[in-house]
C-alpha cells in the first residue's frame, strides 16, 4: 500500500517494533509522572540508537540517518502510536543548523546532538506576542565579543534535559535594529532561570517551563547565521515540525481505531458485540476513512518535499498536513473514548491518554487557526492548482 519502497517498509518495521516495545511502559509512565527509572531510559535510547531510529533527520557524514522526509514521516508516526511522549526518544535534531552553521557550531553542537550527547530545546514564545512570533519582544545587543540578552520565554519544552537553547529576539542597537537574531545559548548559564515549571495536560518527564534570560552573555560565535536572520529559521523549523506532528498523529489514529476496534469486537452487550451496533460501527468508519484521508495526504506532502517541491508549496502542505491530521486525531480520540466508555475514562486505558494527549497537537508548532491563515495565505497569492 501506498507504493513504498523496500526501504521504506523496513525503516517502519523497525520503528514499530520499538514502538511496541515502549507501549508496554505507558501506564507505569503515566502514573508517575511521566518518568521511569534512569536505566530504563538510558535502555530505550540505546535501542532507538541501535535501531537506527535516532537522528534519522541528520546528514550521514555526521552520524544521522539521513533518511528522506517519507521515510522520517514513517518512523515518527510510529513513535506517535505510544503516549507520554516516550517516543520522543527517537530524536530528530536540529537538521535546519546544519547548513548554516560555523564549522565550530558543527563541532559543538550539531554533532553532539546527532550522536545524542547534547540536546536541544527552543526558547522562542513569548507570553504576549504568542502565535505572533514578528512581535517578540526579547532583546539581543551586542557588547565586545558578546550579545546581551534579555527575555522571559514561555513553554520551553524539554528545558530540563537540554544542554542547549535556540534563543530567539530582536536586536535593540546596531544596523539590523528590529530586526530577528537567533542565537545557541549554553545550559546552564549566568542569568538563565527557570521562572515556574506549570504542569500541563499530558503526563511526560519533558517539561515546558517558563524561562527567564536576563542579562544572558553569549559569545559571539553563538550566532546563527547572521543578524536579522532570525525568522528565516524559525519558518524553517516550523514546517518540518508540522509535518512531523502529522506524522506522530497518523500513528496515534492508527493505534486509537485498532484498539478501539478490537475492543468493540470483544465488548458483549445483550448477546452482541458492540462492534455491530450501528452507532459504533459509525464512530469506527468515519475514525478508518479519515485516518486514510490523513495518511494519503501527509505521505504525499513528504514525497512532494523529496522531490524538491516548490517551497511555499510546501509551507502550505505542511501547515495542511498538520492542520487535518491534528484534527483528524482529536476527533479519532474522542470517537475512542465514546467506545471505551467508563474505561475510556481511566488513565490506564490508552484513549484516556491521546484524549488528553492529542489536544496540544492543534495548539503547539502554530495553532489551527494559524494553519488555516498560511494555507489561505498560499491560496490568494498562488492559487489552488500550485498548491494541491
Ligand atoms: C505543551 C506546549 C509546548 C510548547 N513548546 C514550545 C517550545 O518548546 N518552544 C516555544 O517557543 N514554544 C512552545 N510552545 C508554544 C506554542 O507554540 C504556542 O502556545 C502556540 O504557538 C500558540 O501561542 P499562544 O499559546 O500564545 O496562543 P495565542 O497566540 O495567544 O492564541 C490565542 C488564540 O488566538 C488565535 N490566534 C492567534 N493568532 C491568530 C491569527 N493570526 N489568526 C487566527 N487566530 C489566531 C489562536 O489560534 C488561539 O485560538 C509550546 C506550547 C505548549 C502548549
Not at 14 to 22: G, N, S
Not at 30 to 56: I, Q, S, Y
Not at 152 to 163: D, I, L, Q, Y
Request: negative net charge.
Amino acid at each position: 500500500m501506498y507504493q513504498l519502497s523496500e526501504e521504506e517498509v523496513d525503516a517502519r518495521a523497525r520503528a514499530r517494533r520499538f514502538a511496541d516495545e515502549l507501549v508496554a511502559y505507558e501506564v507505569e509512565a503515566e502514573l508517575n509522572d511521566g518518568e521511569l527509572p534512569a536505566e530504563v531510559r538510558e535502555a530505550h535510547k540505546r535501542r532507538a540508537h541501535e535501531l537506527g531510529l535516532f537522528a534519522t533527520n541528520m546528514p550521514r557524514e555526521f552520524g544521522g540517518g539521513g533518511c528522506s522526509m517519507l521515510q522520517q514521516v514513517l518512523i515518527q508516526e510510529q513513535m506517535g502510536r505510544v503516549t507520554n511522549t516516550l517516543g520522543w526518544v527517537a530524536a530528530t535534531p536540529p537538521a535546519w543548523l546544519v547548513k548554516v552553521a560555523t564549522p565550530d557550531q558543527i563541532e559543538r553542537y550539531v554533532i553532539p546532538a546527532t550522536r545524542g550527547e547534547k540536546e536541544e530545546c527552543y526558547a522562542i514564545t513569548e507570553e504576549g506576542p504568542g502565535s505572533d512570533v514578528d512581535a517578540l519582544t526579547a532583546t539581543v545587543r551586542r557588547q565586545g565579543d558578546n550579545y546581551v540578552i534579555d527575555g522571559v520565554k514561555w513553554h520551553v519544552t524539554s528545558f530540563n534535559s537540554a544542554s542547549f537553547a535556540f534563543f530567539q529576539g530582536k536586536l535593540s542597537e546596531g544596523p539590523h535594529r528590529g530586526e530577528h537574531a537567533m542565537l545557541i545559548v549554553d545550559l546552564p548559564s549566568p542569568g538563565v532561570r527557570v521562572v515556574r515549571t506549570p504542569k500541563y495536560s499530558h503526563t511526560t518527564s519533558h517539561h515546558h517551563p517558563i524561562v527567564g534570560f536576563e542579562e544572558v552573555r553569549v559569545p559571539v560565535a553563538n550566532l546563527v547565521g547572521e543578524e536579522g536572520d532570525g525568522m528565516r529559521f524559525a519558518h524553517e523549523w516550523f514546517r518540518y515540525e508540522r509535518l512531523m506532528v502529522a506524522a506522530r498523529c497518523l500513528g496515534a489514529s492508527g493505534r486509537l481505531v485498532e484498539e478501539a476496534s478490537r475492543f468493540a469486537n470483544g465488548r458483549i452487550v445483550r448477546g452482541r458485540p458492540i462492534s455491530e451496533l450501528g452507532a459504533i460501527e459509525a464512530l469506527l468508519a468515519d475514525s478508518l476513512t479519515e485516518l486514510f484521508a490523513a495518511k494519503a495526504l501527509v505521505y504525499e506532502t513528504a514525497r512532494g518535499i523529496d522531490q524538491n517541491l516548490d517551497l511555499k508549496a510546501q509551507h502550505a502542505q505542511c501547515s495542511m498536513s498538520k492542520l487535518f491530521a491534528s484534527e483528524v486525531a482529536g476527533r479519532i480520540a474522542d470517537r475512542a473514548v465514546q467506545i471505551f466508555a467508563g474505561r475510556g475514562y481511566m488513565r490506564e486505558n490508552v484513549a484516556e491518554r491521546f484524549f488528553r494527549e492529542l489536544r496540544v497537537e492543534r495548539i503547539w508548532e502554530g495553532t489551527s487557526e494559524v494553519q488555516r491563515w498560511i494555507i489561505a495565505d498560499q491560496l490568494a497569492k498562488r492559487g489552488v492548482d500550485a498548491l494541491v
